[in-house]
């Protein structure tokens, strides 16, 4: 479990304790009562929606009901942060998801996140999750790679549909070298992949090869941009504008 989560149920007990605080199963009274935690820094005030969202879906079997005045961003950031240690059986995990359906804020790349996050820690759940919410596969897909890789490449072969395995690929974030070269070897393969999504693809991974891969990564990058250029110009300028060093292969890129 996050540290930081156990950090704010503790203090969270703590000031229950002191009959300061309740645990209630009120989204309100939780958006009413987040000043209980103005000596946190920003970045851990999360963790208090994070405890709440997991409270409140506990004792409404996952039917949380938000109102138009709630801050859904906040709950759907607590849902981000405690979906990958929540242990839900995928039923439940369902439930939550759709609990933020229909919502007018631009929540849906944290609940891609936190859907994501929840096939890294559970993979059998998230198999069956993707069958109920099939419109998460690729965020499923993502965490399945994290959660093990090689299995994923047995379960999903890439080379079935190389357009879905590069877009989950892009999205993951704690892959290890070997994993990382792995996909490239399968991906280098398939030389008629030409689509943005292959761009992205190598862009992706070029900073984390080394020796003859990391050459060919950027001889194929190259190659790709003898093509169609337009195919290509969003992908390659967000790689560029996070590049913090300029060499000769931007400069031919460019």
Known sequence: MPKELVR??????????????????????WENNKHIIESFSYDSRGWYFAVAFAYITYMKDGNIIFDETDNIRKWATGFRLVAGASG??????????????????NIGHLVDIAVQKYASSYY??????MSLLPQYKLSCFAGLMENDFNRYCVDYPP??????FAIAFVKTNQLTDDDINTAFDITISHTSFISSTAMSFFLYTIDRLAGQRR????QKILELLQGDVSLYVNPLCNWLFFQQKVDLFNVSSI
Not at 124 to 129: E, G, H, Q, S, W
Not at 215 to 218: I, N, P, R, S, W
């Open 215 to 218: 050459e060919t990564c950027e």
């Open 159 to 164: 080379e079935c549909n190389m357009e879905e």
């Open 8 to 29: 704010m149920v503790n203090f969270l007990n703590e000031k229950a304790s002191a009959g300061e605080f309740e645990f209630s199963d009120s989204v309100s009274y």
């Open 124 to 129: 059998d759940n998230a198999v069956v999750l």
């Open 88 to 105: 839900w059986d995928p039923e439940f995990m369902k439930l939550n998801i759709l609990s933020f359906e229909g919502k007018t804020e």
